[in-house]
Nanobody
Framework: VQLQASGGGLVQAGGSLRLSCAAS????????VGWFRQPPGKERELIGA????????YYADAVKGRFTISREYAKNTVYLQMNSLKPEDTAVYFC???????????????WGQGTQVTVSS
């Protein structure tokens, strides 16, 4: 099982980016898929998650109202749409997948490689 995260880059404050997390080797089916980020010198934090089966979502307060997680069945892909980006959103972003219904859980089975997001002021 591999997760491929992509879509990071450099953007000005106030701009938008969309990250993708594609799975190969299995479908998300009963999984929850989470997005984490790790700012420079800080710990990795859960910023949001989606339950693949019913589309329920969770967002951390820091991104609520600006970030949106969605899924696309046909491509077995989860997206993280990031709007109104701030310099403090600069981090390496990771996607992860794992079984279970509780979206605030931080334990995941599968992890993608990180993708860098840099927001300039």
């Amino acid at each position: 099982v591999q997760l491929q995260a992509s879509g990071g880059g450099l953007v000005q404050a106030g701009g938008s980016l969309r990250l993708s997390c594609a799975a190969s080797g299995r479908t998300f089916s009963e999984d929850r898929v989470g997005w984490f980020r790790q700012p420079p010198g800080k710990e990795r934090e859960l910023i949001g998650a989606i339950r693949w089966r019913d589309g329920s979502t969770y967002y951390a307060d820091a991104v609520k109202g600006r970030f949106t997680i969605s899924r696309e069945y046909a491509k077995n892909t989860v997206y993280l749409q990031m709007n109104s980006l701030k310099p403090e959103d600069t981090a390496v972003y990771f996607c992860a997948a794992g079984p279970g219904r509780t979206l605030t859980r931080r334990d995941y089975t599968y992890w993608g490689q990180g993708t860098q997001v840099t927001v300039s002021s």
